[in-house]
């Protein structure tokens, strides 16, 4: 394995960074296209003279309605990649996942592509500009999204109190229920709970 190792770590260097030309227009974001990849990768192969060989296993096809209520197949397969040595004759093996949608007969051969082109790219370490952690408008979102949800609970937190405080009993600070509340301010001028009402027997509390 010395000598394949020694042309793969080569081609890493050749390879370590493909720009995202391609652009998904609907959900507005940039990729490297399995072109650009298979392209470089391709190069980089036969200048050190390896080949490749690709194996593909279909783990799962299924049926699935589209949010127009179309149906379209979901394919999900494996893919075996195997690079030879023309030199030495020595081997190494990879694997890559790829899902491919499609109402047509092209779900097998999108998830093959993306299988292969992720099989590489993270084979070879390619760099494309993607980081999860790096996307700011997600956190910026969660964080506003904290902050409106702690404004509406202090909000609501504050009416409750008011609410509270507005139906209590001036003496004993019992709460009052709307009826005997508006009763008791027409009556005495003042909230007072029935128990209240009665001991002060009907008169004004100041």
Do not use: W
């Amino acid at each position: 394995m010395q000598k394949i190792a020694k042309k793969l770590v080569e081609i890493m260097k050749e390879v370590s960074y493909i720009e995202k030309k391609g652009r998904n227009s609907f959900h507005n974001y940039s990729y490297a296209t399995s072109a650009d990849v298979l392209e470089k990768i391709n190069q980089a192969l036969v200048k050190h003279n390896l080949c490749s060989i690709v194996l593909t296993e279909l783990l799962r096809m299924d049926e699935v309605t589209t949010a127009k209520g179309s149906i379209e197949h979901l394919v999900t397969v494996k893919v075996d990649v195997m690079l030879v040595d023309g030199d030495s004759g020595e081997t190494v093996s990879f694997i890559g996942l790829g899902s491919g949608q499609d109402s047509g007969d092209k779900a097998i051969m999108k998830a093959q592509t993306a299988g292969i082109k992720y099989a590489y790219m993270m084979s070879f370490a390619i760099a494309t500009g993607d980081d999860p952690e790096a996307d700011s408008g997600t956190d910026e979102s969660n964080v506003i999204h904290e902050e409106n949800k702690g404004k509406s609970a202090k909000n609501k937190a504050t009416t409750n109190n008011v609410v509270a405080n507005e139906y209590l009993c001036k003496k004993c600070k019992d709460e009052l229920t709307e009826k005997v509340y508006k009763y008791s301010l027409s009556k005495h001028g003042v909230p007072l709970c029935m128990k209240c009402q009665k001991l002060n027997n009907g008169s004004n509390v100041a």
